[in-house]
């Protein structure tokens, strides 16, 4: 089908534009690989897996590993988070060529799920998004990854109830990445 809509194209197309139909779906042009959009490495620090404890020993007690995954030749990081509790959780982060901003989405296993949208900036990526409350409400949210150090994330989750108004912290995760023995 796509094959018999170039040729359309082209047949109805003036010579002029014609190349531009033929470079727009031609196998001899490719997209540019992920590897060359300098925006797909700014998320790489969190790739790892991840021994996931509350940043302050005794607050926001979410404890878990979480595998942190390249997948399609760079062009998404896969999330598949469990907590110690044995809740399981995955996310996909990409840069969204179309928008021009990095994407979260998450699902976890009870169909929870967040859409984020965000940006690298000062050694950190900065999400924000917003769910909808059983009541109708929105909730906004913040999500930043904070690379610390080599071996080491800070993920921290801020929601705001009142428009943008007040923040108050979710939680607020440590993440020291596993040695393989």
């Known amino acids: 089908m796509k094959l018999y809509a170039t040729f359309a194209i082209l047949a109805l197309a003036p010579t002029a534009h014609a190349a531009e139909a033929v470079t727009a779906t031609s196998p001899h042009h490719p997209a540019p690989a992920c590897t060359a959009i300098a925006e797909t490495r700014q998320f790489a620090f969190w790739v790892g897996t991840w021994n996931v ?4 020993p005794g607050k926001f007690a979410a404890t878990g590993v979480n595998h942190v995954t390249e997948i399609l030749n760079g062009c998404a ?11 399981k959780g995955k996310s996909l982060n990409f840069w969204d060529t179309n928008r021009l901003k ?15 949208e965000g940006e690298f900036r000062g050694n950190a990526m900065h999400f924000e998004g917003w769910t909808r409350e059983a009541n109708g409400k929105r909730t906004l949210q913040k999500l930043t990854f904070t690379r610390v150090a080599a071996d080491t994330v800070r993920q921290h989750f801020e929601e ?6 007040t923040w108050k912290t979710t939680y607020d995760l440590r993440y020291v990445r596993m040695r393989a023995r």
Do not use: K, N
């Open 77 to 87: 990081i896969l999330e598949e988070w469990t907590s110690a509790s044995g809740g």
């Open 53 to 56: 404890a509350p940043w302050t």
């Open 160 to 165: 705001s109830p009142d428009s943008g108004r």
């Open 102 to 116: 990095w994407r979260q989405v998450w699902v976890d296993q009870d169909g929870g799920s967040l859409d984020y």
